[in-house]
């Protein structure tokens, strides 16, 4: 049996940490993007909230868009901007409300997609728009938001109470999971007697 180096233990003890760590976060991502789907399909898909004028292959193209991890950030953006998430709540953890000063449509949170992927590509933005303007169709379709045309080509997209009660099962049941990987790392990291 080959002599193992004390060098050699400390390394392998720490790629154990980095690898657990890293475990644990792709795990609480895992967990956390399921719960959305929960949250979808128990208080939106299977609750016949969608609109009486949506037929079958619609319905099904609608679910799968909302579905998406692009549809997942920017209903919470969505959400996060509406008059449902006080600005003080944001405060009190740090984030600001971004339109304060205009009304959410899809050009607007095209922008904001936009600058925080660092995208200045036009074609970039354009489909991001595009993809926006589906999410919105869908989103719209099963209640989430609503969209009023107004003078112009500005179509303002309001959350609705449907979107703040999806939101507050999803992010409270990931909240939830947060909570209890950051616990059970905490406490493995005490036995461990590393803090």
Not at 23 to 35: N, Y
Not at 76 to 96: H, M, N, Q
Not at 108 to 122: M, R, T
Not at 129 to 151: F, H, M, N, P
Request: with cysteine.
């Amino acid at each position: 049996m080959p002599k193992i180096e004390k060098s050699n233990v400390l390394e392998l003890s720490q790629d154990i940490k980095v690898v657990s760590g890293s475990l644990v976060a792709a795990m609480g991502l895992f967990e956390m993007s399921h719960s959305y789907q929960q949250s979808l399909n128990s208080l939106i898909f299977f609750g016949g909230s969608q609109r009486p004028d949506l037929d079958l292959k619609d319905s099904i193209k609608a679910q799968n868009k909302i579905r998406s991890e692009f549809a997942r950030e920017l209903l919470t953006l969505i959400w996060k901007e509406s008059d449902f998430v006080p600005e003080e709540a944001c405060v009190r953890v740090g984030f600001t409300k971004n339109f304060v000063d205009s009304e959410l449509s899809k050009n607007g949170l095209a922008k904001a997609f936009c600058e925080v992927s660092d995208i200045s590509d036009l074609d970039k933005f354009n489909a991001i728009r595009t993809d926006i303007g589906r999410v919105a169709w869908a989103a719209e379709a099963y209640g989430l938001i609503s969209q009023k045309s107004v003078s112009g080509n500005s179509t303002p997209i309001y959350a609705t109470e449907k979107l703040h009660e999806l939101m507050i099962d999803f992010h409270g049941k990931n909240m939830q999971i947060a909570n209890r990987l950051v616990l059970g790392a905490d406490a493995a990291l005490v036995e461990e007697g590393n803090l």
